[in-house]
Every structure is written in C-alpha cells, then in structure tokens.
C-alpha cells in the first residue's frame, strides 16, 4: 500500500532541483563541449513538476514511463547521482551498463518504491506501456486476488509534442474505456524541438481538446509553481488512486535551454525567452522558501556534484567482449526455462488418436497452459464472445471469464505497447494480431521489446507470444492478408519466431514459448489452420519442442531441401517421385533456426535448394544459402538454388496468385533439374 500523502520535504525538494539543475549546466558548460558526455538533454525548467511526482509514487507497485528529459524524475524515485552521471558517460555501473543513450532511464523498484520501465528512443513510445502496467494492476487485484496490488497507479510521463504520436492515443482510448489506474503527466512547454503547440494540437490546448473523452479527469496546472504544482500533482495521484479511473494531468512549464546542448532556440524571440526565464521554477521556489539557507545549499551540492562527476570519470567503460550478452534470455537454445516444476515436460509426441487441425492444436494448448498458469491472458481485436475471426480463441471467454480473455480495440500499438507493461509487470500477455499485415502499426513497440532486455543489461525483459495468422488462404490471397513476411521478423532483435507446418508442432512450439523469457512471434499459416495436410494427434499436455531443432520429413543422399509453413507439404509431395535422394528439412523455427542440421546435410548430399513463400529479394532464404556458401562451400557440387515468390504481393486472383506461389510442379520441375547437375 502507499504511504499516507503529506506535504513535500520541500529542502528536500530544494536539494534535487538543485542537483539536477547544477549537473544540467555541468554538461552544458564543459561536459558535453568535450565530448564526455556525447548525448545531453537539458531538464532545466522542468525539474520541480518532476520531483514532486516522483515523491508522491510511494507504492511498491507503482511504475513509471519517462522520457529523454526526465532526469529530475530519476534522481527523486532514488536513481543514485552517481548513476546518472554514469549514464551520460556510457560508463559500466549506469542503468544501460553503456548500451543506452544516458538519458534513457529504467529502473527496478528500490526500497519499496516505483519502478521505471524502460524508456525508448521513440517519441510517444511510453504511453502504451505505462497502460499494460495499468491493467496488470486490475488483473493482479481482481484476477489474482493479490491485494498488494490495490491503490498501485501507472504513470506515463511526456511532452506536449508526445501528445501527437500514435502511442499517446493508444493509450488514451485502452485508459479511458477500461477505467484503468493511469496518469498521464503532461509537461508542456510549448516547443517540441522547435515545433510550435499549435502545430501539435489544434488550438495549442490538449485539456481543452480532450473534455469530451468519458471517464477521464482533466486537472490543469502551472509546473513551475510550488504551491500549485504540488496541489495539482497530488490531487491527480489521488484521484487516480481512489480508482477513479485514469487521469490526464496538464502542467505548463517553461523550457529554459534548447532541445539539446547544440540548440541556441534561435526560432525563439527574445520576449518569449525572457517570459520562459521569469517562469523558471528554481528562482519560484527561492522566492516560495525565503528561510532556506539557499547559498549554503547550492555549495553544498555543487561540492557534491563536481565529487560524483569527478569519481564516475574513472570508473571503466563496459567490457567490449560483453556487448552480445542478455539478447536472450539464458536458456538460448531453447527458449525457455526448464525450472525444476518443469520436469514433467514431455518431448516424444503422441502419434496416435484423433487428428485435429492446426487451429484447434492452438487453443487446446492455449486452454491447458491458461489452466496451468493464471498469469495467461489473451487478448486482440475479436477474441473474446466472437472467438478470434480465425476460431483460434472460440468459447475460451466462456470458460476463463473476460478478464483473462478479452477484446481489445482496432489498435496494434496498443495491443503490442500494452503487452510490455504487462510483461513486465509479471503477466504472461498472448496478444494476437489478426493477419501479418495489420502488425505494422505495432513495429515500434515490436522492436523496443525485442531489445528491452539487451538495453537494461538484462534488467528488464519482456516475455510474451504474439500470436499472428499469416499466408494465403486456402482458396484465397490478396496483398493485405496473405502476408508472411518472416524475414523482417528474424531482423527484429531478440524475439523468436516460430513457423509451424503441422498441428503437433504448433503445440509443442507454442508450449514452449508459453513457457519462455523471451518475447516470440508464432505464426500460424492461413492456409494449414484447417486443412487435412496438416492434421495431426494431438500429443498432449506437457509436449514442448525445443526452438532451433529442424524436423528430418524425408532422407536422402543426393539434395537438401529447406523449408517451412505452408511450403513444407509442397516440397514433401514434390519429392516423393525422388524418394531416397532428396532430404526434405523443415526448419520449424526461424530465429533460432537449426544451421548446424542444415550445414550437416548439405555437406552430405552437396546440394541444396531452399522453397519459401515470402518474396524472393532478401527473403530468409538468402540468409541460409549465404551461411552454407560461407561454411559449406567445398562440400557443394552444385550452385545453391531458391524458390520463392518473386518480388510482388500475393494476388487477390486465384491465377495470379498460382502464377507467385511456388507450386508443386515448380518444386518437383527444380529438383528434377538440380538432381540431374
């Protein structure tokens, strides 16, 4: 629970504005011109509003996204100033141990205190995020029953010029329709770099744009004002903690230097200067605390200030031979965690019994994980009472209830944003987007989450498994849903990518990234979900696939065939009329994909040809044949070969789209042709 508000420590106040303020100029003055800090953000103007929010975010479960010019912030929820400095520096000891950018804060909870997630480059990126943690904290007190959960809030911490990114609505409408404890603190200065309010939002007032949203309370303020920030500030925590539902607090502050240190804010008049300068919220709170001794304590923390500089300049820079570590979780090679509860896991499938399709291998095992594990939840557009436009999720509301399996709204950067907050919250998210295609406008919070836990230095993670139909249909394809696209995945670092070609595999590949640390995509082929040729028995509760273990569907000495998804049963039928010369791989899984069973045939057979449906240029196909003709290029008696969908998107017209797709003459007229080389 939080601790009981009162009244700010306002010398303790005092002291961190102070600190931040001195250490800002510190940078700008000699640091920064000298090359020891590369990066630098100045918070000058913004430092009170900062810290007094900061010190109201007593409870243990409170947490926090900020931004690049949220120093002020980190330094009152008890990010050390040694640390701070460190960050700027790219010295091992910072948050990021030097991976980061020095004003890209995270932090764990310490003493009891906020946790601060990862901050991202991306503007507006923080607002999606901050709204998971939200609803993990209804799910945590009203799924889970934990009660410590109760009065946690969520705070998402931005500038006015945030206010126009995808994020800020995102987050703004999952807030606003389910009520959820999230504040949104808003520092408006006016200037986004050198871009005006008026050109973020009509009329250059966000509040008043905003008054006709439901459920949302709007609370106004001046940040550079003691007395009412502090007001403002607290009433806003209070609201949202009294489970008010969300609450957007809007506070003007002035901004005393430029976007950065190289910024003269030439676009900036002289009055417009000279108004910020009366604004400026440390000569305010002077005027607010007369009987504070003010030059002893900017000594004293300047004295302070120039010691931490001075210690952290010797401190080493991080160990270059680190630099690969904590993209994934530990247990690499398998992508999950075999903890000793694990050690029922089953690995030999079941090949008799009733065979079901793809689609109903997906939510039988999501069934039997959700019954195992109550951090599971799934959610997307339509998965709830319509059971997934797919079928994927059918009757599994009736079953777990609507707070676990529930709709979401048209938004795939809310989908995906608020996934990692509730990753990181300690919930198992199952988001699922409903084709490819409609993942793009959740493209930055994919790559953020991918290099969460290389950018915390393996501090942060985020587990979770997005679930995306992709492909052509079985009698149908078009542009916008018969994407696969697999390639652009295995480039996005640090998620997993699994490609399953069959019902037993879907289970044994989605139970082992249920089971994860890391974060995984899980395709499921349009055109398998309910088709026979990929019916399998169902092989059981506790059947789990290792990531990175291709499947041998035929042996042969002659050629090597590598493949995956829906191409898997084409190459397969293709080469029965070679059977004993051709052996058919399928890979199972792309990122880890099995390159020593790969290397290993073709250095057996000295052939290779490698079928896959997503376009030919720069497809995942490429990577592989470049990896055999670097390791394996002596052992080859013929030129490494590919099938692919040339250069264009799948036609919405049957006899186009047979015209791109591999078929199976096509596969069986290129083996033929090879095997005679």
């Given at each position: 629970m939080p601790k009981k508000p009162s009244s700010p420590n306002w010398t303790q106040v005092a002291r961190l504005l102070l600190t931040s303020r001195l250490l800002d100029e510190l940078e700008e003055r000699e640091l920064a011109p000298a090359g020891r800090v590369p990066y630098q953000f100045s918070a000058k103007g913004h430092e009170l509003s900062q810290i007094l929010l900061a010190l109201q975010l007593t409870h243990p479960h409170d947490a926090a996204t900020v931004y690049y010019r949220s120093r002020p912030f980190m330094l009152a929820a008890g990010?050390?100033?040694?640390?701070?400095?460190?960050?700027?520096?790219?010295?091992t000891g910072s948050p990021s141990e030097g991976r980061d950018v020095g004003v890209m804060f995270s932090m764990q909870s310490r003493d009891n205190r906020i946790t601060v997630l990862p901050s991202s480059g991306d503007v507006g990126a923080q607002y999606t995020p901050a709204a998971g943690w939200a609803q993990a904290i209804q799910y945590h007190r009203d799924v889970l029953g934990n009660q410590e959960w109760d009065k946690a809030i969520a705070v998402a911490h931005g500038?006015?010029?945030?206010?126009?990114?995808?994020?800020?609505?995102?987050?703004?409408?999952?807030?606003?329709?389910?009520k959820i404890p999230m504040l949104f603190f808003i520092e408006d200065n006016a200037f986004a770099i050198s871009v005006r309010s008026h050109l973020q939002t009509p009329g250059a007032d966000l509040s008043s744009n905003l008054r006709g949203f439901k459920h949302l309370c709007i609370i106004d303020g001046d940040g550079s004002d003691p007395e009412d920030a502090s007001q403002k500030i607290a009433e806003a925590v209070a609201n949202v903690r009294a489970g008010k539902g969300p609450c957007l607090l809007h506070l003007c502050v002035p901004r005393l230097m430029g976007h950065t240190f190289i910024d003269d804010q030439a676009y900036k008049t002289e009055t417009e200067k000279r108004n910020?300068?009366?604004?400026?919220?440390?000569?305010?709170?002077?005027?607010?605390?007369?009987?504070?001794?003010?030059?002893?304590?900017?000594?004293?923390?300047?004295?302070?200030?120039?010691?931490?500089?001075?210690?952290?300049?010797?401190?080493?820079?991080?160990?270059?031979?680190?630099?690969?570590?904590?993209?994934?979780?530990?247990?690499?090679?398998?992508?999950?965690?075999?903890?000793?509860?694990?050690?029922?896991?089953?690995?030999?499938?079941?090949?008799?019994?009733?065979?079901?399709?793809?689609?109903?291998?997906?939510?039988?095992?999501?069934?039997?994980?959700?019954?195992?594990?109550?951090?599971?939840?799934?959610?997307?557009?339509?998965?709830?009472?319509?059971?997934g436009v797919h079928g994927a999720t059918a009757h599994m509301q009736e079953k777990f209830g609507d707070g676990r399996v529930f709709d979401t709204s048209l938004s795939e950067e809310g989908i995906i944003g608020s996934a990692v907050g509730m990753s990181m919250a300690g919930l198992r998210p199952v988001?699922?987007?409903?084709?490819?295609?409609?993942?793009?406008?959740?493209?930055?919070?994919?790559?953020?989450?991918?290099?969460?836990?290389?950018?915390?230095?393996?501090?942060?993670?985020?587990?979770?498994?997005?679930?995306?139909?992709?492909?052509?249909?079985?009698?149908?394809?078009?542009?916008?849903?018969?994407?696969?696209?697999?390639?652009?995945?295995?480039?996005?670092l640090g998620w997993r990518l699994a490609f399953p070609s069959n019902a037993a595999d879907a289970v044994g590949l989605l139970r082992t990234a249920l089971r994860g640390e890391d974060p995984t995509i899980f395709f499921e082929h349009r055109a398998l979900l309910d088709t026979a040729i990929a019916r399998r028995p169902y092989p059981g509760d506790d059947y789990v696939l290792r990531f990175g273990e291709a499947a041998t569907l035929m042996a042969g000495d002659s050629l090597t065939v590598v493949t995956w998804g829906a191409m898997t049963h084409r190459v397969v039928e293709s080469a029965q009329t070679s059977a004993g010369r051709v052996?058919?791989?399928?890979?199972?899984?792309?990122?880890?994909?099995?390159?020593?069973?790969?290397?290993?045939?073709?250095?057996?057979?000295?052939?290779?040809?490698?079928?896959?449906?997503?376009?030919?240029?720069?497809?995942?196909?490429?990577?592989?044949?470049?990896?055999?003709?670097?390791?394996?290029?002596?052992?080859?008696?013929?030129?490494?070969?590919?099938?692919?969908?040339?250069?264009?998107?799948?036609p919405y017209n049957m006899g186009l789209m047979n015209a791109v797709v591999p078929r199976v003459a096509d596969i069986a007229e290129k083996i033929q042709s090879m095997l005679a080389f």
């Open positions: 990010l050390g100033l040694k640390e701070a400095i460190a960050a700027g520096m790219a010295k500038g006015e010029g945030s206010i126009a990114a995808n994020g800020f609505w995102a987050a703004l409408n999952i807030a606003s329709t389910r910020e300068a009366k604004r400026d919220p440390l000569t305010r709170l002077q005027k607010f605390l007369p009987d504070l001794d003010w030059a002893v304590l900017e000594r004293d923390v300047a004295a302070e200030v120039r010691a931490a500089v001075d210690e952290v300049a010797s401190w080493p820079d991080p160990e270059p031979r680190s630099v690969t570590d904590n993209l994934f979780a530990a247990d690499s090679s398998a992508n999950c965690q075999f903890a000793t509860d694990n050690a029922n896991w089953q690995f030999a499938q079941q090949t008799e019994g009733t065979r079901i399709n793809l689609i109903d291998a997906v939510r039988r095992t999501l069934e039997a994980e959700m019954t195992r594990d109550p951090r599971l939840l799934v959610f997307g557009e339509d998965v709830g009472a319509k059971g988001p699922e987007i409903q084709f490819r295609k409609y993942a793009d406008p959740a493209t930055e919070q994919i790559n953020d989450a991918g290099t969460m836990r290389w950018r915390t230095a393996g501090k942060f993670s985020a587990p979770m498994v997005v679930r995306i139909p992709v492909g052509f249909g079985k009698k149908i394809g078009d542009p916008w849903h018969s994407v696969t696209g697999e390639a652009i995945y295995a480039h996005t052996e058919v791989l399928d890979l199972r899984t792309i990122v880890p994909w099995d390159k020593s069973r790969v290397l290993e045939s073709v250095r057996k057979t000295g052939k290779c040809l490698i079928v896959h449906e997503d376009a030919l240029t720069g497809g995942f196909g490429a990577e592989i044949a470049a990896v055999i003709a670097e390791e394996a290029f002596t052992d080859l008696d013929a030129p490494l070969a590919r099938l692919a969908v040339p250069d264009v998107p799948i």
